[in-house]
């Protein structure tokens, strides 16, 4: 990391980090001194705790169980499929029982996205018109792998295809869902860096820009709201907390605007 404005970064940032925890401590605290304390370590049949042993309850204080549906499906029928999504509606009970419909939409491909890092410390952007929103935007390269397939060859496939660029070098950084509420939608975001620049090869349905910009610039774009996609900030702000985190391969020096 280098020049300051990646310095104030991230004393900015480290400093949300332990207001947020700071916060979620405190909370955990008001559990135990409430009469969780001493308690956790013995499950009842069938009670349910999350990663800091707590016991998951509702908010009238039942026990939950995580793993149960809640949801009862009266119905199934497809509306909608083609090569990429399927459309299904369901008649459905809500959880308290009520009669209801829900929809949700099937991907077929798992969504992969890649933070490539070059030597100057630069992140590779592609630039696309995004049909759904009606708008231009700026984001990491990333595309689908079909869905049972090494995600590590798609992701190599997409970064070749949009870019004209080969990695040296892969890790796999995040593990994601998308709008969960309605789609099933999972994906993976991939640090690549030692890059060897080639010929970029677009699908039909893609008119690219391609552009490298000092990383914590990137950083910087995602807080001002300049970029929005989803896999693009989190793959950005997960290497971003790897540097702060002192995680980073030894080969990678994240550039600053100042840089």
């Known amino acids: 990391m280098a020049g300051g404005c990646a310095r104030r970064f991230a ?9 947020i925890w700071r916060e979620r401590l405190i909370r955990i605290e008001g559990l135990l001194d ?8 013995h499950r009842a049949p069938g009670e349910n705790h999350d990663k800091f042993g707590l016991a998951a309850r509702s908010r009238d204080g039942e026990i939950m169980d995580e793993t149960k549906n809640p949801w009862t499906v009266l119905s199934h029928a497809t509306v909608y499929e083609n090569n990429w999504i399927r459309v299904d509606h369901r ?4 959880p308290n029982g009520g009669p209801g419909v829900y929809g949700t939409v099937h991907f077929k491909n798992h969504a992969i996205g890649i933070v490539p890092i070059d030597g100057g410390g630069n992140v590779i952007l592609v630039g696309q018109y995004r049909f759904p929103l009606g708008v231009y935007s700026w984001e990491i390269p990333q595309g689908g792998g079909i ?113």
């Open 11 to 19: 004393i900015r940032y480290l400093t949300t980090l332990e207001n």
């Open 34 to 41: 409430g009469g969780i304390r001493g308690k956790t370590t």
């Open 147 to 259: 869905l049972g397939s090494s995600i590590l060859d798609s992701a190599k496939r997409e970064l070749g295809e949009e870019c004209g660029v080969k990695a040296k070098n892969w890790a796999e950084i995040l593990g994601m869902d998308l709008s969960n509420s309605v789609t099933d939608e999972s994906g993976s975001a991939f640090l690549a860096w030692d890059l060897t620049d080639g010929n970029a090869q677009p699908e039909d349905t893609e008119q690219l820009q391609i552009k490298r910009i000092p990383f914590w610039e990137a950083v910087e774009r995602v807080k001002r709201g300049e970029i929005r996609d989803s896999v693009t900030i989190a793959g950005l702000l997960r290497v971003a907390l790897m540097a702060l985190q002192d995680e980073l391969p030894g080969a990678i020096v994240l550039g600053s605007s100042n840089s």
């Open 91 to 94: 008649e459905v009970l809500n």
